[in-house]
């Protein structure tokens, strides 16, 4: 089934007014005020519909949906829909029966935004039917579409300053790149060496021989006062000397005491 033999709704108002239009004695366009609006001729409902590039005006009966009158349009803006000169409630279309015969009837929406919507649908239908034409004529004469032209034209020229150009890479090369660490992110460099923590060796071992200036001064001095014995070995002379030294003294210290009559001894 071709797409021309879909019927699609493009709208419905549910309440419209039909009058006799007197026939219009000049070009000057339709007037509503001469129609006589407080007696319409029929009441309805009014439904827009189309078929291929075709729309259709159609009066329904409210309840049994029974076809009133039914108006073609082929085209937009023509004589088959216009609006009158003074409301904008208020249309004239030209209504066809089975037999070609046609005639000229008032439509009036109660509502000034149903009035609107009958407008633009009819309109937008018409519009979808324009652009389908263009785009198969397009279809078929692809070559005579407007091309986008690129080229140069005849004395046209363009300048480009290599100069700065130059300056700019050498600039770039010139500076110093910093290694790329993981994930393309610069490494900073790392700080500079500092002093190591002094070590303190396991029992039984020891510190092999650092430099004099990397060891403090008290140090030295209380270690050449000094002579500790050597852990897991026998004690030398001069540290038995030292504590011998002590013994006596503290021994000549107490005879001395014993000696002096002026001592008291406790």
């Not at 001729?41 to 949906?65: P, Q, Y």
């Not at 935004?113 to 785009?135: C, T």
């Not at 002094?198 to 002579?227: F, H, K, R, V």
């Not at 030398?236 to 006596?248: L, N, P, R, Y």
Request: aromatic residues 8%; contains cysteine; neutral net charge.
């Amino acid at each position: 089934m071709a797409d021309s033999d879909y019927e699609s709704v493009l709208c419905v108002k549910p309440e419209v007014h039909v009058y006799r239009v007197p026939p219009r004695a000049s070009n000057r366009g339709y007037r509503a005020a001469e129609w006589q609006l407080d007696q319409p001729s029929w009441s309805g409902r009014l439904r827009i519909t189309s078929k291929g590039k075709m729309a259709f005006i159609k009066l329904e009966d409210k309840n049994s949906g029974e076809l009133f009158a039914q108006a073609p349009v082929d085209q937009f803006p023509s004589i088959a829909v216009e609006g009158v000169t003074d409301s904008s409630r208020y249309f004239v279309i030209r209504v066809e029966d089975e037999s070609g015969r046609r005639a000229f009837i008032g439509v009036g929406f109660v509502d000034r935004g149903d009035a609107f919507d009958f407008n633009v649908a009819i309109q937008d239908h018409f519009k979808w039917v324009k652009q389908q034409s263009e785009l198969a004529k397009q279809a078929q004469n692809p070559d005579q579409g407007p091309k986008l032209d690129l080229g140069f034209k005849e004395g046209q020229t363009i300048k480009l300053n290599i100069a700065n150009m130059k300056k700019k890479e050498g600039a770039a090369g010139n500076s110093k790149l910093r290694p790329a660490g993981p994930g393309g992110l610069s490494l900073l460099p790392p700080p500079p060496a500092g002093r190591s923590p002094a070590l303190i060796p396991p029992p039984g071992e020891q510190l092999p021989s650092c430099p004099a200036d990397s060891q403090p001064t008290s140090t030295a001095n209380i270690d050449a006062a000094w002579s500790w014995p050597q852990p897991g070995g026998t004690a030398t002379a001069s540290s038995a000397d030292i504590w011998g030294e002590f013994a006596k003294a503290s021994g000549s210290a107490s005879t001395q005491n014993q000696q002096s009559p002026g001592w008291v001894q406790f």
